[in-house]
């Protein structure tokens, strides 16, 4: 396993600090408020108030903690939201980790008891994690990721292109706008010159939208 320690963000909750890539998993100023404003509010919300889809499928690039699934759950909890939910995760981390990062602080004590529970059986099979919540955990690098669905939202959560620049190329953004249907939103924490131009090429409007708390701006995408 990668070498990995735990860092206590700026608002309290934790992230990881993986040294072999050099960075940590979440912002350091704060993890659990970047989830919920570049994935949730400038994501899923944005597009649940855009369209009034109730049935929404979401992947995500960078599956990670499961941070960003656990505040998605969380937020649909008392809402009449069908959600599928793919993560794609080329390392996934052991259950013992993801017990060890403190949110259940962070989320109703069910969706945390359910995610723990469902999470090792996601790594081979899609899950029911509720009667509306689905969850299946793509263990593979994401040029090597195949799938027939198709999805409305893409939380785009990869390591910072400094680190693995592999993950933002051409060919990578390329792979994942396939998978976006029409009218779908792709999202991440990051807005750069590149970026921009590739999204574009691919048959997306460009938005910059506020960023979280350590960043002006982010991406969204809209697929035309």
């Known amino acids: 396993m990668r070498k990995m320690n735990f860092v206590t963000t700026g608002d309290g909750s934790k992230t990881l600090y993986n040294a072999e890539i050099g960075e940590c998993y979440h912002s350091t100023h704060g993890a659990v408020q970047e989830s919920k404003h570049v994935f949730i509010k400038t994501g899923l919300d944005h597009y649940v108030q855009k369209t009034g889809a109730s049935d929404v499928a979401i992947l995500e690039v960078g599956f990670g903690t499961g941070l960003n699934f656990l505040q998605t759950a969380d937020f649909i909890r008392d809402k009449p939201f069908q959600i599928d939910y793919v993560g794609i995760e080329g390392f996934p981390l052991p259950l013992t980790t993801i017990a060890e990062t403190g949110y259940n602080e962070t989320v109703n004590p069910t969706v945390w008891s359910a995610y723990l529970n469902c999470y090792e059986v996601a790594l ?3 899950v029911q994690v509720h009667e509306r919540l689905r969850l299946t955990i793509a263990h593979t690098l994401l040029m090597d990721f195949q799938t027939e669905k198709q999805f409305d939202v893409v939380y785009f959560d990869a390591f910072a292109a400094i680190h693995q620049p592999e993950m933002w190329n051409d060919a990578a953004l390329a792979h994942v706008a396939q998978f976006v249907k029409p009218g779908g939103v792709f999202v991440t924490y990051a ?16 938005e910059k939208a506020p960023g979280a708390p350590g960043k002006r701006e982010m991406l969204r995408a809209t697929k035309l």
């Open 124 to 126: 081979q099979q899609e």
């Open 191 to 206: 807005i750069t010159g590149n970026l921009k131009r590739s999204m574009k090429s691919l048959g997306f409007s460009i």
